[in-house]
């Protein structure tokens, strides 16, 4: 059994008492503290907790039920491995919604500006991208994990690839099953970060929370974030356009106050609509499809001219040419962005200047489901954050931790996941570390 001193809530130091001043970086206690720390799930939240406990000198062992760790984090190198954003910290925390208050908390421990340290430390300079996010300066997760790996090793963390947590065992001890065969183990503290329940394929496959669950664990449903959505197109749109981007436009949801809309860009899908543009207004459109049914969602397709202007110019003589063509000469919209505009209903008033004018500044577009969860960037839901300690040890299991995106919250994309993923693997792993036996 993890043995620890059994104590009150009250009796547990806050996440200040616990965490001040230990920077793993330059405090590597090689005499070691005797504690035993075992991390389950090699992801980048797994991997930040074993090289912080081992930091602080505890002997860590991590398991990861894949043949190899961070398979999640070397698919997000695909897109340039967007680690953090350069924005001002109190815009960084208010994307973590009603989370901010708790994960502002993390980020005063291993926010962005730490992040960005931690990369050059380990040789890998970072540079910000014209959106201000922040990327590793050869847009690449490989060599970053791979340089991190030899230092997590070299460090003394034992990493057993291949060993799947499945519960435990009657005498309470963890039980892992391995092409070897079945295990046993035992530690004086134990970090989970298993991941959400997107993109199942790369280990994040939930299958946590039952046994969690049946340990009085409080868990919100998995939930799609950063997901597309679903709506109707036509045949003909379909045929000419499914996966064609559609670039340098603004959404915004109809029933909110029209305050100015970030220029962004997505794609028209077989299903509907996915894409950063669409990642930045997930939570809101998920949430009013689950109280309404649908929701609706308002796209300007050119968001560098107002109405007026539009309507001015398209006032120009059209003579014998198409509504297409007199588009697409006097706005410069065409593709699919104009078959987007050509899918109104009221096709033919669009030969008014002023109603095709209103039509490109707000073509609302009406969402009826998310897709599916696994195919998500993220997952909201997870272990409620007031199932944990301000140091992430959970209330219901003492000696035991959990990081990562398993817990409840959930960010835009723009590196915020990444982010809030180090920045809870770093409390989790040094609070597991340095908890009193
Ligand atoms: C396509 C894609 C692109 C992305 N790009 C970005 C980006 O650019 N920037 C960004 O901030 N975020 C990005 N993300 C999100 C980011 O990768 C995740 O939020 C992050 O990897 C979550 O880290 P984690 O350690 O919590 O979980 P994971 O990375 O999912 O790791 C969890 C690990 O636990 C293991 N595990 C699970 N169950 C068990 C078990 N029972 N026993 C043993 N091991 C187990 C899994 O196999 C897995 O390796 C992207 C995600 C996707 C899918």
Redesign the pocket.
Known sequence: MIQRESKGDDALPGIGDHLAGLNPWNCIDVTGSGRRVLV????????MAAECARACGADVDL????PS?????L??????????HSEALVDFVARYRERAPQIGEWLRHFGPKALREWARALGHETVIGSSGRVFPADFKAGPLLRAWLRRIRASGVRVHCG????GWDEAGHWR?ESTGGAHALNADAVVL????G??SR????A??RAPLAARGVDIAPLRAA?CGFECAWSERLLERHAGAPIKGVSLRLADTASAEAPIGEFVLTRHGIEGSAVYALAAELRERIARDGHAELLLDLAPRRSQAQLTDTLKRERGKRTLAEHLRRCTGIDGARAALVFESPERAALADPARMAARIKSLSLRLTATRPLDE???SAGGVRLEALTEALELRALPGVWC????LDWEAP???????A?FAS?WIAGHAAAKARP
């Open positions: 389950i799930g090699g992801g980048p939240a797994g991997l398991c990861e039920q894949l760790v961070a398979r999640k984090f698919i997000a190198g695909k897109g340039g491995l967007n680690l953090t060993w799947r947590w499945n892992f970060a298993l991941g959400g997107s993109w790369l280990g994040a496959d299958r946590w950063n998500a960037i993220s990081a990562g995106e398993m994309t723009g590196g915020y996941l990444l982010t993923c693997g």
